[in-house]
Each structure stands twice: as structure tokens, then as C-alpha cells.
């Protein structure tokens, strides 16, 4: 599925992002359920267009409280796939997630200790397992620059590269929820050319159908999407085309 639905939670209610200002999230208003909780969120989006795959983001794990667990293990007692960015700031967070099966752990810029924490949760669960999202807001980084030795995006992702990691999701949170695009285009087309080998996912800010055909045609391996589902700018006839003729 090219599609990758996004379940932002916090206070265990799934949210609606804007612009990466969490302080403003506020329960999700969706053209296919009139409810907030995760379960019925993730199953709407399951009986609408088939998604069995969703990206949870723990807002509130992210900010440093213990991750949602009883949250994760009831949408996997659905047969739902996670990808879970919970906050990883050490490896021993991402043992703790580990433990937990999902099927992808996320390590964020914004949260990871370093380059070496990073490392470390390589080597402790293998690079098919982690995606490290080089979060940016209006496209810097999000990370104290001195834990890489750098403030620039481009480097940065050479730097996680370079300790191993092979799936990456760029995410710009100015972009969550504004439908304005996911501006990261220039970037993926330069990381696309230097390592085709990298499956590469993006985020934040999709419009509609036309900008998940597009974002494939330039090796995208998957665009994670929220707004544009829950607003019905992407419609179930869209996500059929898409199984059925990939982008």
C-alpha cells in the first residue's frame, strides 16, 4: 500500500496534527467515524480503504511521558502493523518498544541522544527494523545541533546513513496538517540520487492523490497521510486505483 495512514495520539484520543503545534491538536474530526478513540479511528480507516499498516505517533512520549503501550497492544489485538515513534531517546527506550513487537520502531531527530544512540539501536535491532525520521520544522533540523556536529538536514541524514540505518522518513512538521505540500522534495531527489538503496518515506502536508502519484514517481517508497484522509480529499476510489496500479 503506498499510503501509509498516520494515528497521531495524545491523551490516548487520536488528533488532528497542525503544523507541529501540539499544544493546538485537538481531537480528530473525520468524514468516516464520529470517533476520537484509537480502535475505532484505525478500524474507519481499515473498512474504508484496507489500511492494515498505520503509523502511531505518541505525542505525549514524544514530550517524555511512558509510551501508550495498552494503546499499541489493543490495535495490534485488530491485526493492525505499527510503525511507533514513541520518543527513543536511548537505546533502552527502544528495547522497551521492542519487546512490544511492532512491526517498525521510529528514532526521530527530535528526540535520539545522537549519532550513537542511533548506532547502538541499529546494531541491538537490526536497520530493517528502525526508521530514522530526520524531523525538520520550515525545513531545519529539530535536534540540538551539537549532538551531530551539524545543522544541516544534509548532513545529517549522511550521518545516520553512515551508522547503518536503511529506511528514513522525512517529515517536516510546519507542513503536518496544512495541506500546503510536503516541501521536502529537493531533499529526497538529493538523497534518492546519492543512496538509491535507502527506502525512503515522506510526510506531512499532502494534499491529495496528485502528490502521492508524484512523490513515487521520485522513488518515494511510502507518504504518510492524515488530514487528507480524515477531509476525504483522498478517496476510497483513490487507494483502489493505487493497490491496483501502483504509483
Known sequence: ???????????????????????????????????????????????????TEFYVADLDAIDGAPPARSVFASLQACGF?????????????????????SSRLVVGLESIGGPESLWQICEEHGPDRIVFSLDLKNGQPLCVPGRWGTADAWEIAQRAIGVGISRMLLLDLARVGSGGGVGTEDLCLRIRQEHPELELSVGGGVRGADDVHRLFAQGIKQVLVASALHDGRITRKDVEAMSAHPP
Open 1 to 51: 500500500m503506498p499510503i501509509l495512514p498516520v494515528l497521531d495520539l495524545k491523551q490516548r484520543k487520536i488528533v488532528r496534527g497542525v503544523a507541529g503545534r501540539r499544544d493546538e491538536y485537538r481531537p480528530i474530526i473525520s468524514v468516516h467515524t464520529q470517533s476520537a478513540e484509537p480502535r475505532d479511528v484505525a478500524q474507519s480507516l481499515h473498512e474504508e480503504f484496507g489500511f
Open 81 to 101: 502493523h505499527l510503525w511507533v515513534d514513541a520518543g527513543i531517546r536511548e537505546p533502552e527506550d527502544a528495547q522497551t518498544l521492542a519487546s512490544m513487537a
